[in-house]
């Protein structure tokens, strides 16, 4: 691996050929020998540094050959014509993100919430958020936001317009509740599957797949199968009722079947995409409660290169016959996750 740096000035190196493959965050190391692991992924979460001069996540594998750039802090890091990360750009120009309104009712509204904006606003900053924009969407109406996706999740949220309506959906049962999710995993699927491990959500920004079963509907994920696509990968249908943190991420995982562009579960870059992409192919595409219903499909759908018959839409409103999914009592797909890969470490029997 080879640098350059001059003071106050972006640092850059190249990759050799005996770090292809690593992973950012333990390859910075070289150009970072006295740091530790927790600081060189803050520097990545923070956007300062970039791969090809695009922001990355830590768990990209890098190619040799490419240039990979350590911004300093504050002005400089525009230097020699390096762009702000999206984030950054956006929290600086004070300019909302675009948010469309999908469904409007006299009580309820289903907004597309793009990848890379946060749901609910954090405390003491952190970025734009849905839930802060509100206001603007619905001036003069109290709007509340009834759920949440994760960052670098796109698609569906619901908000109340009123304090009434809020307390109605908030009685409801989950099963009485549809969520309909899209995503693109690694590896073939071509049977339905139950996911029924328990998840260990506590105090952890990552979720564990634990090796009991759980019994209480609400924490399965059923997934079925919508259609093959080129690389290896398929494209499915998620659902879920009360959706506990990171479930269906962690589920796939444990299953075999990372969702591309994972950069917590799975391999972070996308088949044809730039390093530092940062897309994340889950999509929350169907909401139905009571007499309200909203349907929206992924940003990315027209993207994907089918070699299999196409399923995808709008009146795939139910899940396949009562019946047909295969009951996997392990939470699996076909296989059990290799020694020493990623989705091991996520698995935890006890």
């Known amino acids: 691996m080879t640098w350059q740096t001059d003071a106050g000035q972006p640092r850059e190196f190249l990759v050799e050929a005996a770090l292809e493959g690593a992973r950012l965050d333990r390859a910075l190391e070289a150009l970072l020998p006295d740091s530790g692991l927790r600081l060189r992924r803050r520097l990545i979460e923070a956007g300062r540094v970039l791969v090809e001069g695009r922001p990355a996540p830590a768990g990209l594998k890098l190619r040799a050959a490419q240039r990979v750039t350590l911004l300093p802090e504050g002005p400089a890091a525009l230097a020699e014509g390096h762009q702000q990360p999206d984030r950054q750009r ?109 998840l260990d959500t506590d105090d952890r920004k990552r979720t564990r797949v634990l090796g009991k079963m759980e019994n209480d509907a609400r924490g399965w994920t059923l997934v079925w199968p919508e259609s093959a696509l080129a690389g290896g990968r398929t494209l499915v249908r998620v659902r879920i009722q009360a959706g506990a943190r990171h479930q269906i991420r962690a589920h796939l995982a444990a299953a075999n079947l990372p969702i591309v562009g994972d950069p917590l579960y799975g391999d972070p870059l996308p088949e044809g995409g730039e390093p530092g992409d940062g897309r994340l192919f889950l999509h929350h595409r169907r909401l139905e409660f009571l007499d309200f219903k909203a349907f929206c499909q992924p940003p990315w759908l027209k993207e994907l290169e089918r070699i299999g018959p196409d399923r995808t839409g709008p009146d795939r409103t139910g899940p396949d016959r009562p019946g047909a999914e295969r009951k996997d009592s392990g939470g699996m797909a076909t296989a059990r996750p290799k020694r020493g890969s990623a989705e091991e470490d996520i698995i935890e029997d006890d």
């Open 90 to 198: 956006t929290a600086a120009s004070q300019e909302p993100a675009e948010v469309r309104i999908i469904v409007r009712t006299r009580d309820y509204a289903a907004l597309d919430k793009p990848a890379g904006l946060h749901s609910a606003a954090l405390a003491g900053g952190g970025g734009q958020s849905l839930e802060a924009l509100l206001p603007r969407l619905f001036p003069e109406l109290t709007p509340r936001l009834l759920n949440r996706l994760d960052f670098l999740t796109s698609g569906l949220v619901l908000a109340s317009m009123n304090g009434r309506a809020a307390k109605v959906f908030a009685a409801l049962k989950p099963k009485d509740v549809v969520k309909e999710y899209m995503a693109v995993v690694e590896g073939r699927l071509d049977e339905p599957l139950q996911l029924k491990r328990k």
